[in-house]
């Protein structure tokens, strides 16, 4: 069997794997305040979004993220919409982890990891 990596281990590639998140383009990563603010997008999540980034989820939107009571992590798992669709193509669901972050330290957020 497989043995997980240490959190020692990620810790020390991180300037690695921020570079990846922000630069890749398939895997698409947006942080939202509690009220639908965003405080943070990638490059490839910002092409999925209209004038509102909060707007622009569709299924499950925001008002439906933002009610889930639940201390499972990821928050929620499986495919979304958006409501951004490219010119000649059809939409299309997403799969995506939703995750909720309410320690003490930090503004609760909601992070979506999306691959398309």
Do not use: Q
């Not at 890749?24 to 305040?33: G, N, P």
């Not at 933002?66 to 929620?76: A, C, R």
């Not at 609760?108 to 999306?114: A, F, G, L, S, T």
């Amino acid at each position: 069997m497989e043995e997980k990596l240490s959190i020692d281990f990620w810790n020390s590639w991180i300037p690695e794997i921020k570079s990846v998140c922000e630069n890749s383009k398939t895997l698409c990563l947006a942080i939202f305040s509690d009220t639908g603010d965003l405080l943070a997008v990638n490059d490839a999540m910002s092409l999925l979004f209209l004038d509102s980034p909060k707007e622009s989820l569709v299924n499950p939107d925001f008002e439906t993220i933002s009610k889930i009571d639940s201390v499972v992590i990821p928050l929620f798992e499986g495919i979304t919409t958006m409501s951004r669709v490219i010119p000649n193509s059809a939409r299309k669901g997403h799969t995506a982890n939703l995750f909720y972050d309410s320690s003490p330290t930090s503004e609760m957020r909601e992070k979506i990891y999306e691959s398309g």
